[in-house]
């Protein structure tokens, strides 16, 4: 490994943790994304050897994880609320562009299910991520903003769920398929 890819994997790893240190000086940062662009570069070039959607998914991987560097290499250079947020936020997005480029694998209905977790996943990620970010700008009122940002989740969470459930329901007939939307519609409450 050259100095620049560990210098990007100790501002992940740092990140990862929960960790926040210094600002980066400008030489630091441009380094990182030096860095991170030729890990991607390795990246991209790696996925040549595959075909078909085996290509997609590793594209798809080595584009998300460029993206959750750069957010984590600006967060560190600049850090603040809004940039940490950002990581998480680019997090959500490159999963989920990983997650639906492995369901073009499927077909069918199996196919519209994986697609419907994949987004159900990301629209979590994201819930939790603006839970955090509002509990995280709350002062005096910390109890009470969390409180609503975290039923503001929940909401979220169950829609996405539901979304799942009605459409593993579509791949039945008749009175299963009533019978597994009246449960989908009482579990979520619908």
Excluded: H
Aim: net charge positive; hydrophobic share 40%; glycine share 6%.
């Amino acid at each position: 490994m050259n100095e620049l890819t560990i210098s990007a994997i100790a501002i992940a790893l740092a990140f990862s943790a929960g960790a926040v240190a210094q600002t980066l000086s400008k030489d630091q940062y441009q380094s990182g994304k030096d860095g991170i662009a030729a890990d991607y570069k390795a990246a991209k070039a790696s996925c040549g050897s595959l075909s078909g959607n085996a290509n997609d998914i590793c594209t798809a991987q080595a584009s998300g994880r460029e993206k959750v560097a750069k957010a984590q290499l600006e967060a560190e250079y600049k850090p603040s609320l809004n940039a940490r947020y950002a990581v998480r936020i680019a997090r959500a997005d490159a999963d989920y562009s990983v997650a639906r480029e492995r369901c073009d694998d499927k077909a069918g209905n199996v196919k519209d299910v994986c697609v419907q977790e994949a987004k159900a996943a990301a629209v979590a990620a994201k819930a939790d991520a603006k839970a955090w970010m509002k509990t995280a700008n709350a002062n005096e009122d910390a109890a009470e903003k969390g409180a609503n940002a975290r039923n503001d989740a929940a909401s979220d969470k169950r829609d996405a769920d539901y979304g799942v459930a009605k459409e593993k329901c579509g791949a039945l007939a008749g009175d299963a398929k009533s019978s597994c939307m009246s449960e989908a519609k009482a579990r979520f409450g619908k």
